[in-house]
Every structure is written in C-alpha cells, then in structure tokens.
C-alpha cells in the first residue's frame, strides 16, 4: 500500500452510492505531469471526505490524501497508467477559505475578549 497526496482537478460530477455497509463517494481526478495526464479515480468512505468531495464540480481544484494502487488500463492508444485512491481527506480552495475564516473569527473573537478584559480593569 501506498500512501500518496494527489493534487489535480475534479473530472466530472463526484457521485454518491450506497453499499452495504454504508454510503460511499466515487470522484474521477485529473492529474497533470510534465509529459502525461493520470486518472486517479477516487473512492471515499470517510463521511467528512465525502461531503467535502460532493461539494466539488467538474473542473474544481483538489488535492486528496489517502491508500494509492497503480494499475495500467490498456486503451486504443496502448496502455495508460491509471491509480486507484481510497481517501481519507478532501482539501480544495473551499476548504481552505473557509479554516481561514474560522481562524480569523476566532482571532477576532479572542481580541475582543482581550479588548473587553482591559476596558473591564479600568
């Protein structure tokens, strides 16, 4: 097992599904390297990764952490490297706005407490 962090763009819509052991998201990622595009097609079962997925379109910048398995897919052009990633955590430019608003209410929460303390001392 391979542990990976992939970095590329949501090809297509991610879908939800339901097995038996609960639900699941299946996303298609497109990798770029300097001489070749990688399909990582993404498989999550972890509840907070797969709503972050679902909230992502096709064309959205992502990077995915999780479990890599190559594999090769032998299409018309001859074969083409593919992997297969069970991920357990989701981040893209949403999430990373909205940490930073979180962090910066709690900033500003914290100012404020420390503004009221010292009009409080006085």
């Given at each position: 097992m391979i542990?990976g962090?992939?970095?590329g763009?949501i ?7 339901q097995g ?10 497109r990798?770029t390297t ?7 097609n993404i498989i ?7 709503t ?9 910048s992502?990077?995915?952490a ?5 594999r ?6 001859g074969p ?5 990633m ?8 949403y ?6 608003d979180e ?6 929460q914290a100012?404020?407490?420390d503004?009221?303390?010292d009009?409080?001392?006085?």
């Amino acid at each position: 097992m391979i542990d990976g962090l992939i970095t590329g763009k949501i090809f297509g819509q991610p879908r939800q599904g339901q097995g038996k052991n609960g639900s699941y998201v299946t996303a298609k990622v497109r990798a770029t390297t300097e001489q070749d595009t990688i399909f990582v097609n993404i498989i999550c079962f972890n509840q907070q990764a797969c709503t972050q997925l679902l909230a992502l379109q096709d064309g959205d910048s992502v990077s995915v952490a999780g479990s890599l398995t190559p594999r090769v897919w032998d299409s018309q052009d001859g074969p083409r490297p593919v992997l297969d990633m069970v991920a357990h955590a989701v981040l893209s430019v949403y999430h990373i706005k909205k940490k930073r608003d979180e962090v910066q209410g709690i900033r500003n929460q914290a100012r404020q407490e420390d503004f009221n303390d010292d009009f409080d001392n006085e």
